[in-house]
């Protein structure tokens, strides 16, 4: 199991940092040094997973915030209308009313 470095840890207080795991935790590392990260852990990110790791997250997840999700979209060259995390809901659902 491939440890990540101990700067990270300030990204990951809501969890036990000693048992995120390098590959098995990939996407939630990936969500949150990519929204939350700084230049150092940027540069660790980029250098331990590929563009394409952090293409295909971009592409299908919906937990991104709507700027960190722009500005990745404009930095990976994909088009705003394939980032799922930018599209408006399936269906609004309207409480109080009586079906």
């Known amino acids: 199991m491939k440890k990540l ?5 300030q990204y990951f ?6 048992k995120l795991d390098f590959e098995r935790s990939k996407t939630f590392i990936l ?3 990519l929204d939350r990260g700084n230049n150092q852990a940027l ?6 997973y590929t563009k394409e ?3 295909e997250l971009i ?3 919906r937990d991104l915030s709507a700027k960190t999700a722009n500005f990745w979209a404009d930095y990976l060259h994909i088009a ?9 809901p399936y269906s609004r659902i309207q ?3 009586s079906s």
Request: hydrophobic content about 40%; proline content about 5%; charged content about 25%.
């Open 5 to 9: 470095p101990i700067f990270l840890k």
């Open 13 to 18: 207080w809501d969890v036990d940092f000693n």
């Open 31 to 33: 969500k949150r040094v």
């Open 43 to 48: 540069k660790w990110l980029f250098q331990n």
């Open 53 to 55: 790791d952090i293409k």
């Open 59 to 61: 592409l299908t997840t």
């Open 80 to 88: 705003r209308n394939q980032v799922p995390c930018l599209q408006k």
């Open 95 to 97: 409480f109080g009313l």
